[in-house]
């Protein structure tokens, strides 16, 4: 484990925006940047280290977006309960996670990030199941009955699934060992997160794995966090060294106030650490991005709460927003600059 800054005064996105503006990293108390795969290259990273950034990459898991795979690979498009393939939510498609071409194809491409770029820490993105959660009205959706799908859970649960179609055996499933459904999908996420971590460590062994994650609380949307999206968060924690929920107030339709109530609920349910040293960590990922339009005094508000609790860091979402508004950087420097010198 690399010498992790307390608190982590995080950003999002490739820092360009940033420096365009001739802003320092440094200057803003950033000490940790969170960048997606595709953004990141080794000039970046040599440059934010010398603002004196963390570099951390960001891993799509199981958006099947990327590299058009789903679209080329039919046999890993999720099947809904009506035994059709699932239709895309807005902005995401998902993918079958017990596709074997797909996991393969994703672990090799941890691989090779890790080892293209000596990063600080790699956060797994988009581990669920096909849904889309950040909206006031999430996209929940019954996934996945392929046949992949179905003969993995027989093998795990034991359960002799009945029906003809693949929708019969929907039906039947999810009213007769819906319990074992659940479990069995949150293993198969737990899975990919053990062997994940297993990668980052064989690769970069004192690198850091973290997770974005629903900012949903176990009774939310009638336990759908569990039950559809297969987040189980006691389950993950072997696996995750630091927990990031993604606690964007504007997306979703909620209050500044919801991020400082999910903060503490969250440490008041989970185990999370704040000695040196000590593992998971607790940093969410605050939204400054204005759309839907986020206030300075808001992004205030929201690193202020994200901070609370047991929470030793909290990060930006996005670093574009903070330099297209003067504001923004304004309150981000004094907040950043100001919990760093306590």
Known sequence: MNDIPSPVCGIFGHPGPLWKKDLRLSDLGIN???VDNPSLDGETIERARDEGCLVFAEFATLNGLYDDYVADHPEAHPIGADGQPAAPATWFMGACPTDPGFRASRMKALRS???TYDVDGVWMDYLHWHAQFEDPYPQLVKTCFNDSCL?????WSDVDIE???TAQKADWILHHAPRQWEDWRVSVLVD???EIRETVKQVRPRALVGNYQAAWKEEDFWGARRRCLGLDFDALAPYVDVFSPMLYHGHSGMSPEYLKEYVEYFCERHLIRTEAGRLPRLWPIVQAQATPPVSADELARVLEYGLGADSSGVMIFTSASVADDPEKAEVVRNIYTGVARG
């Open 151 to 155: 003969a993995a859970f027989t093998s």
């Open 192 to 194: 990919w997160a053990r």
């Open 32 to 34: 940790a940047l969170f």
């Open 113 to 115: 990030l890790l080892e």
């Open 163 to 165: 029906g003809e179609t």
